[in-house]
């Protein structure tokens, strides 16, 4: 347990719903990530907050809406999600600064 | 952003030595050395970092080359609960990950 909560733990879903993915922590950190592992790739980084600014997007399609209401809450609004965008997805938090990042359990996503 | 050279698997006897290379030969002076495992069905876990000197902690040891080209991280003792992909990462003035391929440690009873 890190203290970074996600859900759901799994998601299916149509290529025409909208669902959203939800990551909590009450570590007191200020900064928050999500990443995506597709299978046999590396991670790679979606979306960096920090103090709930968006500080990086990482050329995600506009079909990922990253959201972050506090420090303590992070979502991933998905909507006409394709086959291609199944992969687990990660959330992450940190004091922003430090170099040590903190990961939830992950989204496994199918879309379908 | 500076790249990381891993072996892609390594294999290890339950409470031995383990031994993870990891080269960065156009690693810059202010680059820290990051090393983070992800063990199956979770996400990745902070191991350990470092900047020039070796560095030891609960859960391993980071010994990094004088010329900072390469650096190792060693477990001092395997256990089953090591077996994992171990990542190294390096960053400069940045808290952005970016994670390779790493390596994939297997470790035998």
């Known amino acids: 347990e890190t203290g970074v909560t996600q859900t759901p733990r799994h998601l299916v879903m149509g290529m025409t719903n909208k669902k959203s993915l939800k990551c909590e922590q009450h570590l007191g950190h200020n900064a928050m990530y999500w990443y995506k592992q597709s299978a046999k790739k590396p991670l790679e980084l979606m979306f960096v907050?920090?103090?709930?600014?968006?500080?990086e997007n990482n050329s995600v399609p506009s079909r990922f809406s990253p959201e972050c209401p506090n420090s303590s809450h992070l979502f991933l609004h998905l909507h006409t999600l394709q086959p291609e965008d199944s992969a687990l997805y990660l959330c992450?938090?940190?004091?922003?600064?430090?170099?040590?990042?903190?990961f939830g359990p992950g989204t496994r996503l199918t879309v379908t | 952003d500076a790249k990381t050279t891993q072996p892609n698997s390594m294999e290890s006897n339950e409470e031995e030595p383990v031994h993870l290379p990891c080269n960065h030969s156009t690693i810059s002076g202010t680059d820290y050395i990051h090393w983070y495992r992800q063990l199956p069905s979770q996400g990745p876990e902070y191991v350990i970092h470092?900047?020039?000197s070796n560095v030891n902690n609960r859960m391993a040891s980071l010994a990094i080359a004088e010329d900072r080209k390469s650096s190792t991280l060693i477990l001092h003792r395997a256990t089953l609960r090591d077996a994992a992909v171990y990542y190294c990462?390096?960053?400069?003035?940045?808290?952005?990950?970016?994670f390779g391929t790493g390596t994939r440690l297997q470790v035998f009873p």
């Open positions: 470092g900047l020039t």
């Open positions: 992450a938090s940190t004091i922003s600064g430090s170099y040590e990042q903190y």
């Open positions: 990462i390096l960053t400069g003035n940045t808290d952005k990950l970016i």
């Open positions: 907050y920090n103090f709930k600014e968006q500080t």
